[in-house]
């Protein structure tokens, strides 16, 4: 990493904003900016400080964000995960994939079919998850009335079923 930062520092992608208050650090957000493209990486906050309640950390998020788009940047990624912070500010999300290949020699044992239930529960868990954030969004775009409607809308359109 402190290569990857030294090196991105001397292309002048890498972005780091800190808040500070009484020559105290508060928070720090660390980010790379490439290809028309804000990537908000690392982020850390002094819990233990009064002052952590005030939010800094958001202070400094949507820093970045209005930096951004006075810049022009056309996408602010906040890279994985589904923290609230983050499905409270974005309009849309998009998923990673992790990709594992077992080995083929290996024989069917205990230890194959651990990893195979492994594997089934975590893709189990992304998805029960990414359908949550989904349910999310539209409970807050349509309200607690409609927004039923629009996610089975929503599922229809994205199985195919629609006519």
């Known amino acids: 990493l402190e290569d990857i930062t030294l090196t991105f520092h001397k292309l002048g992608w890498l972005r780091i904003k800190v808040a500070v208050a009484n020559e105290e650090f508060l928070a720090v957000d660390y980010a790379f900016r490439f290809n028309n493209r804000v990537y908000d990486y690392q982020k850390a906050l002094d819990n233990t400080s009064p002052l ?28 994985r995960g589904n923290e609230r912070y983050k499905t409270k500010i974005a309009n849309e999300s998009s998923q990673n994939w992790r990709i594992t290949i ?19 529960l975590k893709h189990l868990r992304a998805r029960v998850g990414r359908e949550w954030l989904i349910l999310k969004i539209h409970l807050r775009q349509w309200g607690l009335f409609r927004f039923m409607n629009h996610y089975i809308k929503f599922l229809i359109g994205r199985i195919g079923l629609e006519s």
Do not use: H, Q, W
């Open 102 to 120: 077992p080995d083929r020699n290996a024989k069917k044992g205990i230890k194959y079919r651990l990893f195979g239930l492994r594997m089934r």
């Open 52 to 79: 952590a309640s005030c939010g800094p950390g958001r202070a400094l998020l949507y820093d970045f964000l209005d930096e951004s788009i006075r810049e022009k940047y056309t996408v602010f990624d906040m890279l």
